[in-house]
């Protein structure tokens, strides 16, 4: 077999996606494995494993964050690994339970989570913008499921537009984070299924009832559990739940969207595999990194991946 030689990938549908500071957040610096950000009035400091780079901004700016997450140092054992734990949000100044911001014509309700989330991925608005677009050019209702859905972003954006969205988690406690959000954003009388199970499941008795959906969204995490202790394990359960969304799609679909935050693949992966769930249909696939861009700098913090596809 003759071996083929070296080629260059026509990477113009590689894309860079950018969030920049608003009225209510701003990531205002980065650096030694941390990031500092600002909700509404609230500055908090946070782990963050990509910030493989030095601050920039003094010490005496990061102390005055309101809030930080600390994690406990980590011990190193004989057999040379470590090990260590989260320690917690600590707070330097009185901050509220919950508070809301408006992002991205939405409002939310921002908590410290135990898991050093704050209930709002500020780069996801250039895919809440991409799936506004989509909806609104259909120019007819459009049938969304949100999939891993969490507090709710993507399922609001797509709901303010017009749509008919079944939005899924496998936590209640998420679940009712999403559905405070939507009253908060004035969308909670909007046609909006609220459904607490375990994906695949799910889906398969969707396809069993006839539902099917225009568009699919989902945001798979790395390691987690159904809402019946189901486990979720992304490499053997990913291309199962990819296998049925197939199966899900209406028959003139309007956009597929993956996004991953913390999974370890490439945005290529994630491309590979759309081109077999969407395979007989005519579109375009698009991948790339989620960032978000320094108030004080010229420097993007990167947040995620993802890879769409949307009809021609």
């Given amino acids: 077999m003759k071996a083929k030689s070296n080629a260059v990938y026509n990477m113009s549908m590689y894309r860079i996606e950018t969030t920049n500071a608003t009225g209510d957040y701003e990531l205002l610096d980065s650096g030694d494995g941390e990031k500092l950000e600002r909700y509404g009035k609230i500055m908090i400091a946070r782990p963050d494993p990509q910030a493989l780079w030095h601050k920039l901004l003094p010490d005496a700016t990061w102390k005055k964050a309101d809030a930080y997450f600390k994690r406990e140092k980590a011990v190193t054992r004989g057999d040379g690994s470590s090990s260590g734990r989260d320690a917690g949000w600590q707070t330097r100044f009185v901050v509220p339970d919950r508070w809301e911001i408006g992002f991205d014509k939405l409002r939310f309700l921002i908590k410290l989570s135990p898991f050093k989330h704050t209930g709002l991925f500020p780069e996801q608005a250039s895919n809440w913008d991409w799936i506004r677009e989509k909806i609104?050019?259909?120019?007819?209702?459009?049938?969304?499921?949100?999939?891993?859905?969490?507090?709710?972003?993507?399922?609001?954006?797509?709901?303010?537009?017009?749509?008919?969205?079944?939005?899924?988690?496998?936590?209640?406690?998420?679940?009712?984070?999403?559905?405070?959000?939507?009253?908060?954003?004035?969308?909670?009388?909007?046609?909006?299924?609220?459904?607490?199970?375990?994906?695949?499941?799910?889906?398969?008795?969707?396809?069993?009832?006839?539902?099917?959906?225009?568009?699919?969204?989902?945001?798979?995490?790395?390691?987690?559990?159904?809402?019946?202790?189901?486990?979720?394990?992304?490499?053997?359960?990913?291309?199962?739940?990819?296998?049925?969304?197939?199966?899900?799609?209406?028959?003139?679909?309007?956009?597929?969207?993956?996004?991953?935050?913390?999974?370890?693949?490439?945005?290529?992966?994630?491309?590979?595999?759309?081109?077999?769930?969407?395979?007989?249909?005519?579109?375009?696939?698009?991948?790339?990194?989620?960032?978000?861009?320094?108030?004080?700098?010229?420097?993007?913090?990167?947040?995620?991946?993802?890879?769409?596809?949307?009809?021609?």
């Fill in 136 to 312: 609104k050019s259909a120019k007819r209702t459009v049938q969304v499921l949100n999939l891993f859905g969490y507090t709710g972003g993507a399922t609001l954006a797509a709901a303010q537009v017009g749509a008919e969205v079944c939005h899924l988690d496998g936590s209640k406690t998420a679940i009712g984070w999403a559905r405070d959000n939507a009253t908060a954003s004035g969308l909670a009388a909007k046609p909006i299924r609220w459904i607490l199970d375990d994906a695949r499941k799910f889906v398969e008795r969707e396809i069993k009832r006839g539902r099917r959906y225009d568009g699919i969204i989902m945001d798979p995490p790395a390691f987690g559990h159904g809402p019946n202790g189901e486990v979720w394990k992304i490499e053997e359960d990913f291309p199962k739940l990819l296998e049925v969304c197939r199966e899900a799609l209406s028959d003139k679909p309007l956009f597929f969207l993956i996004n991953g935050y913390a999974s370890g693949y490439s945005a290529l992966a994630y491309k590979n595999n759309l081109l077999g769930v969407m395979k007989g249909y005519e579109g375009t696939i698009e991948v790339g990194e989620l960032t978000i861009g320094e108030s004080q700098s010229d420097r993007l913090l990167p947040c995620g991946i993802f890879a769409r596809w949307s009809a021609n």
